[in-house]
Structure formats: C-alpha cells, structure tokens
C-alpha cells in the first residue's frame, strides 16, 4: 500500500471514527509512512474512485439532511459591521421565536455576529443553510432585564461596533465605539422597567462582551436551537427578506 492511500485512510479512519462514536482505543497502528501532500483545488480534479466509493454512503446520509427545502430569501445575506442583512434577519427571528411557550414577543432581539458562520443564499435555502450559518449548539433563552442594565448591554454592543439587533431596536454610536444614543420602539429606554430580551444561551452568559446579560433578574429557557427557530421562520414564511434599516448607526 503507497503512502498515499496510507495518508487517505488515516484521514478517513478519524472521520469514521467519529460517526460510529468508536473508541480510538480499540485501533493499533501497525505501521506508517508520510510525504508532504500540497491541499490546492488541483485535489479536487482528480477524485479517488477508490475514496468515493468508500464515503458514499456517509455523503448520502449527510445529504439526506441538509439537502432538504425550506424556502426561499429573495436577498443573499452575509455579516458585517455595524448593521448587516443576515444580523438583522437572525435577531428578528429571535423575537418570532421568543412566543414558543406562551410568552409575549421579546421588546428586542440580540445575536452575534460572531455566531453566524455562513452566508444565507439568495433563492432556494435549503436545511444544510441554516445548520452552516448557526452550526453551534445555541439554545434560544429570553432574558429578563432592568432597563438600566439594558442601557448597559447597548454599551457593550456599542464597544464592539455592533452586534445582530431586532427591528425594535435604534443605536447610534461613535467612531471609537462610545453609545451615543438608543431607542426601543422609538422610545428611550426607562431606566426602571423590565425588558424581555431574546437572544442564545452563549450571549446570556455574558459572552462575546454582552457583560450586562448576567445581569438578567429572570431567564426562560425556551427549548429550541437557534438553528431550529430559523429553521422554523424560513418554513412559515415560505420567503424570507432582509434589509438595512439605520439599526445601528456610527456617527463621525
């Protein structure tokens, strides 16, 4: 055997591995051998007939699960500062989700842009979509916050340049990341009242330095993976569509 399919299957043992959740103990190594293999696209020209046959079943099933149709977006979405069109799009689905066991609709929703790892498609969006745009294990939570700390938790979005808000939701800030200013529903925030806040169990814990999350006087676990209300939004609404609204805004 040349080191080649040597290196190809090391490779392939590591991944099966984790599909059959086999314990690497159970596997010696009886030998090895090694040669530097440059990864470029020139790989992918020449397929191994010998390593197709071989993952397909696997493809099939990892197939069978992201490829299914969920809807469509009339828009391409991707993710940057201060304000984006996915941001958007994922922190207004925090809020859609926020109702799932009875409650009211959160005054605002929060999601970081950090936590979006991939671009949503313009035109047919498919369940693989959303599992590569929200891959981790976040679960969605609404958080119960003084308005004083919620004044405190649009500093912390403010520091960072911004961050995935609701359509609720209007900030201004400066060039150097100071809040200059914030509104929810047009109205300042009152310092004394409590505000539902939608957002992941990552955030809640004061992650990504949302700080004033942990200052939460109440939580609700709702019991859904991000993903799984995204999923859900794409579902209901059959076409979904983001825009840049002055959510956030940097003034020089």
């Known amino acids: ?131 590569l745009i929200s891959p981790f294990e976040n679960y969605l939570v609404v958080l119960e916050l003084k308005g004083a700390d919620l004044q405190e938790l649009m500093q912390n979005i403010a520091a960072v340049g911004g961050e995935g808000v609701s359509k609720s939701v209007r900030i201004e800030i400066s060039a150097d990341g100071k809040l200059l200013s914030s509104t929810i529903d047009g109205k300042t925030i009152e310092q004394d009242r409590i505000y539902k806040v939608a957002t992941i169990d990552y955030l809640a814990e004061g992650n990504d330095k949302m700080y004033a999350l942990k200052k939460a006087i109440k939580r609700h676990n709702i019991g859904i993976l991000a993903r799984e209300a995204m999923m859900e939004s794409v579902l209901k609404h059959r076409t979904i569509d983001s825009k840049i609204e002055g959510r956030i805004r940097i003034k020089d």
């Open 1 to 131: 055997m040349n080191c080649k399919r040597i290196l190809f299957l090391l490779i392939l043992h590591s991944s099966l591995i984790t599909l059959h959740s086999v314990h690497a103990q159970q596997y010696k190594v009886s030998s090895f051998c090694w040669e530097r293999v440059e990864v470029t696209p020139e790989l992918d020209k020449n397929p191994s007939s010998f390593a197709t046959a071989l993952v397909a079943p696997y493809k099939q099933k990892v197939d069978s699960i992201m490829s299914p149709v969920l809807g469509m977006s009339r828009v391409s979405m991707s993710v940057s500062r201060p304000e984006s069109l996915l941001s958007n799009w994922a922190a207004d689905v925090m809020v859609e989700g926020s109702t799932a066991t009875g409650l009211e609709p959160a005054d605002l929703g929060l999601f970081n842009m950090g936590g979006l790892r991939n671009n949503m498609p313009e035109g047919v969006v498919r369940r693989g979509d959303i599992m």
